[in-house]
């Protein structure tokens, strides 16, 4: 029974992985103050999927009115525009956003005024609008950019994907904290390198290195009968594929933007609530595992391996799509 019902929970986490799991990539606003009452509109709305999309465009305060045309583009899978925007007056207490955000879709709200601060905010479908203020806060940063970063690697299914094997590939409480330390380290060193614009690699194919990771980390978890150099060194193994991770979770984060003038603040936000996220995957699996050995300790075995299995098909499919697409 148990294991009927791991299995049935399995096939339907398998089922809610989107097929190119894509990292979370939030529309994004962008009003900046160019001469004094004079403002660039810029805006990004991902598509998920090609065909028909409603173009949006962003509410704005009630003393702004656009001038002239909108120009309209289509970037790498999203809808671009830009506008010449003129305001009588403070900006400041009126609203900007997308009250048109759908589903579970969220937004980063860049405001940039001349003679202040450089101010963020996070627009979810539930709170589509957010208030201008007159003097931002850190704060405000801090808040938006942890929640982004505990997001991402939550629906990030291939970064979620690979911790999850990770886990179930180490036995041990103390190997899963160096395994885990290990990964975090790596992929902190060069998720900053590559924001700081120190080192980089092209997306497409980290892309495909990573869907690789799990592949890797689900044929070693196959291998139970033998004591495999990743099993040994597990550490080592998370720290090579998490400086990997790290370039892709840059590349995320480059897609989303860093407030300027909060970019240390920003950086750390997002980092922390990776690591926050990835904590809580560690945790669940760790417990799911530990609750299966004492319930149904027979079950844990098949299970696993039903698990791997679902992992390494997944990954590989991953992996053909992001090299023949």
Not at 31 to 49: C, H, I, N, Y
Not at 247 to 252: H, T, V
Not at 257 to 267: C, R, S
Not at 292 to 300: D, F, G, H, S
Request: glycine share 10%.
């Amino acid at each position: 029974m148990m294991l009927r019902l791991l299995a049935g929970l399995f096939a339907l986490l398998l089922m809610a992985v989107p097929a190119q799991a894509d990292e979370v990539r939030p529309a994004s606003i962008d009003f900046t103050e160019t001469t004094p009452g004079e403002w660039s509109l810029d805006w990004k709305q991902p598509v998920a999927s090609p065909g028909a999309v409603q173009f949006i465009v962003p509410t704005l305060p009630q003393n702004c009115a656009i001038e002239g045309e909108i120009a309209r583009s289509l970037g790498a899978a999203a809808l671009i525009g830009n506008a010449q925007v003129r305001c009588e007056g403070e900006v400041s207490g009126g609203t900007i956003g997308l009250p048109e955000l759908a589903g579970k879709a969220d937004a980063l709200v860049r405001i940039a005024p001349l003679d202040r601060e450089v101010q963020s905010h996070r627009l979810t479908a539930s709170a589509p609008l957010a208030t201008i203020i007159a003097r931002p806060d850190r704060w405000q940063v801090l808040r938006s950019y942890f929640v982004i970063g505990t997001e991402h690697i939550l629906m990030g299914w291939d970064h979620l994907l690979f911790v999850v094997a990770l886990v179930l590939l180490v036995v041990g409480g103390w190997q899963v904290v160096k395994a885990a330390t290990a990964f975090t380290i790596a992929h902190s060193i060069t998720l900053v390198a590559t924001t700081l614009g120190m080192t980089g690699l092209p997306q497409k194919p980290v892309e495909a290195l990573i869907a690789l990771s799990i592949v890797f980390l689900a044929v070693e978890l196959l291998h139970t009968d033998r004591e495999t150099w990743t099993r040994r060194w597990p550490w080592l193994v998370a720290f090579g594929f998490g400086l990997l991770h790290g370039f892709g979770f840059a590349g995320a984060l480059r897609e989303i933007g860093l407030p300027e003038g909060e970019v240390p603040a920003a950086l750390f936000a997002f980092n922390v609530g990776v690591e926050a996220g990835q904590l809580l995957v560690i945790a669940a699996v760790i417990g799911l595992r530990h609750a299966v050995t004492r319930l149904a300790p027979k079950a844990e075995q098949p299970a696993l391996r039903f698990a791997t299995y679902g992992i390494g098909i997944t990954a590989s499919y991953w992996l053909i799509d992001r090299l023949v697409g």
